[in-house]
């Protein structure tokens, strides 16, 4: 049932990728976090970049690659990530709250 919610939004979107083998996905969004975590924020920015490619239509990632752009003073970057998170989940709090916490409207 998710595979076949998460093809139809892709094809909304016109996202053309395949679906990535979910757990290399999990584990390089999991990589991304664990290198923010431990002050390594630049490398967390590539590892979401790079989990992205995979699969550009999870909000979460787009969300938390904004944090980490946010943390590094990359405001305007940060507020593109969580743009794009909430055209895939327009309730995620997450990237309303970093909107907010960089001063821009939801």
Do not use: W
């Not at 094809?11 to 290399?24: D, M, Q, S």
């Not at 630049?42 to 970049?49: C, F, L, S, V, W």
């Not at 946010?70 to 309730?91: F, H, I, N, S, W």
Request: cysteine-free.
């Amino acid at each position: 049932e998710y595979d076949a919610a998460a093809a139809e939004l892709r094809e909304r979107k016109g996202v053309t990728a395949a679906a990535p083998n979910i757990l290399v996905f999990q584990a390089m969004v999991g990589r991304a976090l664990a290198l923010d975590a431990a002050g390594r924020t630049q490398e967390g920015i590539d590892q979401a970049r790079a989990a992205l490619e995979l699969d550009p239509t999870d909000a979460g990632v787009h969300a938390s690659l904004g944090d980490m752009l946010a943390k590094v003073g990359r405001a305007d970057d940060a507020e593109a990530q969580y743009r794009m998170a909430l055209t895939y989940m327009p309730d995620l709090e997450a990237a309303i709250r970093g909107l907010r916490d960089l001063g821009r409207e939801p």
